[in-house]
């Protein structure tokens, strides 16, 4: 049976932030950029964000703030 891991989605979601900040992006022009709904974004970087993103997700983010996917686990 598998169990996620929600310090992995913590990493990932506080690293999104950074590297949003970073960009100076805000939040809804990161939705707007990456064709996600700003709410969608909004729950992603909370708490709520630990249910899990896709791999899909992940990589249209990491395009949109030019950094690699394994740096959201770092």
Do not use: C, H, P, W
């Not at 690293?15 to 909004?42: G, H, V």
């Amino acid at each position: 049976d598998y169990k996620f891991d929600e310090d992995i989605m913590i990493k990932i979601i506080k690293n999104i932030r950074k590297y949003r900040l970073e960009k100076n992006l805000t939040q809804e022009e990161l939705a707007f950029y990456t064709n996600l709904s700003n709410d969608f974004i909004r729950r992603i970087e909370s708490e709520k964000g630990k249910r899990g993103v896709s791999l899909k997700t992940l990589y249209k983010i990491s395009v949109v703030l030019e950094t690699q996917i394994n740096k959201f686990f770092e």
